[in-house]
Structures are given as structure tokens and as C-alpha cells.
């Protein structure tokens, strides 16, 4: 009887080991943009943030919604991608499974990989949702001023 780490396994060759590299190349791309979005993120967040705190309005804080939901959505449209190739990664990486060499088609794994799914991840939601849920206090801040006024 042999153990599943004994079993014979195909040779990896230097091909797939440079196909591994390529898909990890835009993996690590995809994953330092996503970094960067987070950042240009709080940047335009804080901006707002800070005038409303001077200046609160239900206008301006409505406004800052904006950028927060496309935000949002272009750091999804990313963390979907990683999550596309990082699919491949796996197919790539075991032996029989049909990926042609150095493709980098990730078609195959749109099913798997839902965009809905990707919008709600908790590591997205927790982080867009929190400066959002600001962002609604804060028009709700002007709101009521507004009506007191």
C-alpha cells in the first residue's frame, strides 16, 4: 500500500515551472493593485470626510458616495481576477488537467468565480461597508442640520 505522498507524480518541467512564474507575475499585479485602490480609497474617503467635518451638507456627503461604490466595484473587478488566476494557478500546477502550456484563458473559471460572490467577500465589505457606513452618518449629519436650520 502506498501513501498519497509516495504515489508517482508527473515530472514538472521547466515549461510548466515558467508558466507558474507568468501566472504568479499577475497574480502579485493584481493583488498590489487592489493594495493601491484601498489606498487612493481612503485618500478620496478622507478628503471628504475632513470638509464635512468643517462643512457638514447632505450634498457633499452624498457625493462622497461616489467614489466610494466605484471604488468598490474596480477593487471586486480586481480581487476577481486574482481569484480567476489563481484558479489557473491551481489546474496549471497539477498534472492532467488540460491547460494548454503557457495559456493564459481564464474563461474556463468565470462560473466558479461569480462576481456577486466577489462584491460581498467579507475582506471587501468590511472595508468599502465601513467608510460607506461613515458616509451615510454623515449625510445623515447634514441632513438633520438642514432641517433644524
Known sequence: MTSPASAPTAA?????IKHLEFIQAIIS?????????KGWTLTVAGVF??????????????AGLIPIVGFWLLDSFFLRQERLFRRLYDDVRRPGTGVELFSMNVQPYHSAVPWFEVVRSYTVVNFYG????IDVVFIGWGVVRALTS
Not at 29 to 37: E, V
Not at 53 to 60: D, E, Q
Open 12 to 16: 514538472v518541467t521547466p515549461e510548466v
Open 29 to 37: 499585479r493584481l493583488s498590489n493593485g487592489s493594495f493601491l485602490i
Open 49 to 62: 470626510f475632513g470638509v464635512l467635518v468643517g462643512r457638514p451638507g447632505w450634498p457633499l456627503a452624498s
Open 130 to 133: 465601513m467608510l460607506a457606513l
